[in-house]
């Protein structure tokens, strides 16, 4: 299985961008790349994702570079409640309805601090 | 927020005692997923449901088992607790079109002493 590998912790100020970075060397063409992040004491939460085009959404933009062997989760303004870890995640292409179609496998993430 | 309870919310057992896990939905989501999260390990899979009656194993599957007779309710079981089984334990559901976008539960702190 392809794996990802991503910075153990960033830090960044209120109301600045960040910019989590993510390496997929190994991505085949059909996995998708997927962004979830947990906040203190909560199940993780979906963020995001996209296969080959880059994604904005309102939490947030995905930029996937062009060999797909890296992608970047752009937040555009910092906020405290941000402060969470952000998981970068493969998952492999399914037929919607199949039996594995929703399996994620979460690696260790980003630790996100936010400065006031 | 997408309608996910677990109960309990915490628990504390003893080595060898069974304990079971209750995820509830009211979304009517056909995916239902158990996972654990260790430090040092992130969040594993142990078992997911694609139907009621219908589940498979995760990677981290020995030592649980689970059943889903209703499209509501998805159980966890640890047939005979073990202190690696602490840990705290996530439910989530996803839809069939969309079942990578997984709504997770607020969790259950399991202890085993």
């Known amino acids: 299985d392809a794996k990802t590998t991503q910075p153990n912790s960033m830090e960044s100020n209120e109301e600045e961008p960040v910019h989590l970075p993510c390496n997929h060397s190994t991505i085949s063409g059909t996995d998708y790349i997927h962004w979830y992040r947990q906040l203190p004491s909560q199940g993780p939460e979906y963020v995001i994702h996209?296969?080959?085009s880059n994604v904005n959404n309102r939490m947030a933009s995905l930029a996937i570079a062009e060999d797909r062997k890296s992608s970047t989760l752009i937040l555009h303004r910092a906020t405290l409640r941000d402060a969470a870890v952000y998981y970068c995640?493969?998952?492999?292409?399914?037929?919607?309805?199949?039996?594995?179609?929703?399996?994620?496998?979460f690696g260790q993430g980003t630790i996100l601090t936010v400065h006031p | 927020d997408a309608g996910i309870t677990q109960s309990p919310r915490h628990k504390v057992t003893e080595t060898g005692t069974p304990v079971t896990l209750r995820c509830h939905q009211t979304?009517?989501?056909?995916?239902m997923y158990w996972y654990r999260q260790d430090p040092g390990h992130g969040l594993r899979l142990i078992h997911y449901?694609?139907?009621?009656?219908?589940?498979d194993k995760g990677e981290v599957s020995d030592g649980y088992s689970v059943s889903r007779s209703k499209t509501e309710d998805f159980l966890l079981t640890l047939e005979s607790a073990t202190s690696s089984q602490t840990s705290v334990y996530f439910c989530?559901?996803?839809?069939?079109?969309?079942?990578?976008?997984?709504?997770f539960g607020p969790g259950t702190r399991l202890t085993v002493t």
């Open positions: 979304e009517n989501h056909r995916y």
């Open positions: 989530a559901i996803s839809e069939t079109s969309r079942a990578y976008e997984q709504y």
């Open positions: 449901s694609y139907g009621v009656k219908d589940t």
């Open positions: 995640i493969l998952r492999l292409s399914a037929n919607a309805g199949g039996t594995s179609y929703g399996k994620l496998t």
């Open positions: 996209g296969l080959t």
